[in-house]
């Protein structure tokens, strides 16, 4: 049934000219939009065949590399169940974003590699229209350093992840409506001040992204309370987040997915807070 269910996508994207590039971003919609996580878990396997398989037909469509990257970053964070599965999807995941991000611009390729002020200057020089490629590098190089987090070397790439999204601020401080500030706000609060860390600027980031979001962005809400509210031992704050979004809507557009497993880490959270503080 999942082999039909393949050969019949690709049939009707033949069949009513769909371009690959379009399945692409048609596909990522669709999957955010969705409120049903074990739809999305049972569905991604065979889509990320599909990928594979209109790749061999469109090897250099960055489009579909960023589909297929994406994807893969999905399921290696929210539905694989074995640390070697989770690593062996992160790994490809970054490495589709790279290849993507390297047939776009050539002086982008081997970009992870270079030294740490030549890393600086390159991206420094990069283009805002490379904006969606330096975001899915980003997202998948976190994700790859979450699966290798007892490789000390792949932790020490973290500011480098941090340049790459402060490059896009730079050219959109709005960018994915909000996600960059979200993701820069974790990065900012792992550590005290005392260690390294930048938990204010953590903090400044995360009301950015809820307020670009319209205050629909439950994951900043969620990962507001786990990271910054959690270091800094602010229960009253995160008690107020986390309650927010169980109160919340849970369906809005681009987010819907998300929306839901953040509502069900509210809950757990909220359900260890007496232990935590």
Known sequence: MKH??????????????????????????????QNDPEIVAQGVPTLLLTLDALRQEAPEDSELLLAASRLNALYASRFTETPARTKLLADKSLILAEKALCLEESGACGLRYLPFESYRQRVASLDDDLDPHLFTVSLAWLISIRANRSDWQALAELPKVEILLEQILTHDNRYGEGDVHLYLGILKSLRPAALGGDPESGRQHFEEAIRISGDVNLTAKVEFARTYARLMYNRKLHDRLLKEVIRAPLEAKGRTLMNTFAKREAQELLASAEDYF
């Open 4 to 33: 039909y269910l393949s050969f019949l996508i690709l049939v009707t994207l033949f069949l009513n000219g769909c371009s690959f590039s379009s399945f692409g971003r048609n596909l990522g919609t669709a999957i955010l939009e």
